[in-house]
Antibody
Framework: QLQLQESGPGLVKPSETLSLTCTVS??????????WGWIRQPPGQGLEWIGNIYISGSTNYNPSLNSRATISVDASRNQLSLKLSSVTAADTAVYYC???????????????WGQGTPVTVSS | EIVMTQSPATLSLSPGERATLSCRASQSVSSNLAWYQQKAGQAPRLLIF???TRATGIPARFSGSGSGTEFTLTISSLQSEDFAVYYC?????????FGQGTMVEI
């Protein structure tokens, strides 16, 4: 059974870099059948897609983040990571990692999610 | 960026009733449209992808329809566990975008 688990500091100071890790168990993150992505949800608000990565290293990011996001994969640890630089209070949210399945019939988006990790940006 | 607009914002219904949720895209997303259910304090759960295909383990009372710019999620007979927030999501174009959500409440 595939499981994703986010981890990282719950509190980050303004202007610093937020760093989160997503540990994947039950499937190799290096599989060519999947993308891996990050999504966030500010308190009381809706979902915002941050970006995706394929094992080749190919990435897509939300332009609304103004090039502050970097997603990478460590296949040896079966982990996905997110770095978000120059954070402000507007980056306060629950951060989720999720899987995108690539099948012969097309993409199955965000079919497995982690439980989410809350991050507060405050001095 | 494709803007996804959901209506209504809130749907007040009773168990056993039929729920119809709408999602409109600002431009065509073909059939690359998904629906998610989110309960308080939980991660979203994929219900429907490809506009009309139920994800693994999703009950048959959930159905999706539409293509292009107009989509509908129907819950044929609401169960107590179905009261939650529902999001539509387009994955046809980068950046991927979500609707603002419809809350289905008792």
């Amino acid at each position: 059974q595939l499981q994703l688990q986010e981890s990282g500091p719950g509190l980050v100071k303004p202007s610093e870099t937020l760093s989160l890790t997503c540990t994947v168990s039950g499937d190799p993150i290096s599989s060519t059948s999947y993308y891996w992505g990050w999504i966030r949800q500010p308190p009381g608000q809706g979902l915002e897609w941050i970006g995706n990565i394929y094992i080749s290293g190919s990435t897509n990011y939300n332009p609304s983040l103004n090039s502050r996001a970097t997603i990478s994969v460590d296949a040896s640890r079966n982990q996905l990571s997110l770095k978000l630089s120059s954070v402000t209070a507007a980056d306060t949210a629950v951060y989720y990692c999720a899987r995108v399945d690539i099948t012969i019939f097309g993409v199955v988006p965000l079919d497995y999610w982690g439980q989410g990790t809350p991050v507060t940006v405050s001095s | 960026e494709i803007v996804m607009t959901q209506s209504p914002a809130t749907l007040s219904l009773s168990p056993g009733e039929r729920a119809t949720l709408s999602c409109r895209a600002s431009q065509s997303v073909s059939s690359n449209l998904a629906w998610y259910q989110q309960k308080a304090g939980q991660a979203p759960r994929l219900l429907i992808f490809g506009a009309s295909t139920r994800a693994t383990g999703i009950p048959a009372r959930f159905s999706g329809s539409g293509s292009g710019t107009e989509f509908t999620l129907t819950i044929s007979s609401l169960q107590s566990e179905d009261f939650a927030v529902y999001y539509c999501h387009q994955y046809n174009n980068w950046p991927w975008t979500f609707g603002q959500g419809t809350m289905v409440e008792i």
